[in-house]
């Protein structure tokens, strides 16, 4: 029997689709796990704004799930490139790759991280910025939006890289991940220049390419006026590129050219 925290939020909503007999547990429920194969334990915080939050479900609920689950099961957790920091210790970053959590978000995902990591099966999925065509992916659509209306900016000059990939083809790296050796994966599409992402945007939308560029000063004074999410401006302006080599190897991971993915999105934005 498979079990999977997390089932309704934008990627367990995806990774449902490949376990169709799997139980879903939702917070509150009891972590009982009889005659569990694997627990893939996709629930958590992204309420940035709530410390609290983000420990009591990304660190506390996390050691409740690990305690629940038997030895000889497959855990998996979803983890996050932002244990990395903003500034990686080397591009392209992988496995090895020194981790600096710098914010509590990063914090709380890294320390669930190693908490996961006690369990003798487990295995950690570090994973990029996930988008897709589900409208949870509400910031995405807002950002389309925002271009359309020409009402976006770039932030520095524009050329550093940005790391996505499709809820889809993580949802595939979780299903081929139930029977990979243990350890940590880097899980990410390419990474797209910051001011070509945008260009491409335009170019499906119709609409002029943005060119107004912004110092990073001018674009936190938006965050602290509420306009942009301080955490969106940080995945906007910092370069993050990684090697996904083992992915590619142990979970058969192919994700997507970029621009696929964004005309699939567009697609969706223009319904």
Request: aromatic letters at 10%; hydrophobic letters at 40%; proline letters at 6%.
């Amino acid at each position: 029997m498979i079990y999977i925290t997390g089932s309704t939020g934008r990627l367990g909503s995806e990774a449902v689709k490949r376990f169709p007999n799997a139980k879903k547990i939702k917070r509150g429920d009891s972590l009982d796990f009889p005659n569990a194969t694997a627990i893939i334990h996709l629930a958590g915080s992204l309420n940035f704004n709530d410390e609290n939050d983000l420990w009591e479900s990304n660190v506390e609920y996390t050691r409740k799930v690990v305690a629940a689950t038997p030895k000889n099961a497959r855990l998996l957790y979803a983890s996050s490139i932002a244990v990395y920091g903003k500034i990686l210790a080397e591009i392209p970053a992988d496995e090895e790759t020194f981790c600096h959590p710098d914010s509590t978000y990063a914090k709380t995902k890294h320390e669930g991280e190693k908490i996961a990591l006690q369990h003798p099966n487990a295995v950690a999925l570090r994973i990029a910025i996930i988008y897709g065509t589900d409208p949870k992916f509400k910031e995405f659509y807002t950002f389309l939006r925002r271009i359309e209306r020409g009402r976006i900016f770039i932030i520095g000059n524009g050329k550093n890289r940005i790391p996505f990939v499709h809820v889809q083809d993580v949802a595939h790296a979780i299903k081929n991940a139930i029977n990979a050796p243990r350890g940590i994966y880097v899980i990410s599409g390419e990474s797209v220049e910051q001011e070509k992402a945008y260009q491409m945007a335009a170019k499906l939308l119709g609409v002029p390419a943005p060119k107004m560029h912004v110092p990073l000063w001018i674009a936190k004074l938006f965050s602290l006026a509420g306009l942009i999410p301080a955490d969106h401006i940080s995945m906007l302006y910092h370069n993050r590129m990684f090697n996904c080599a083992r992915a590619k190897k142990y979970l058969r991971f192919k994700p997507r050219p970029f621009q696929t993915g964004l005309k699939e999105l567009v697609a969706a934005y223009k319904k």
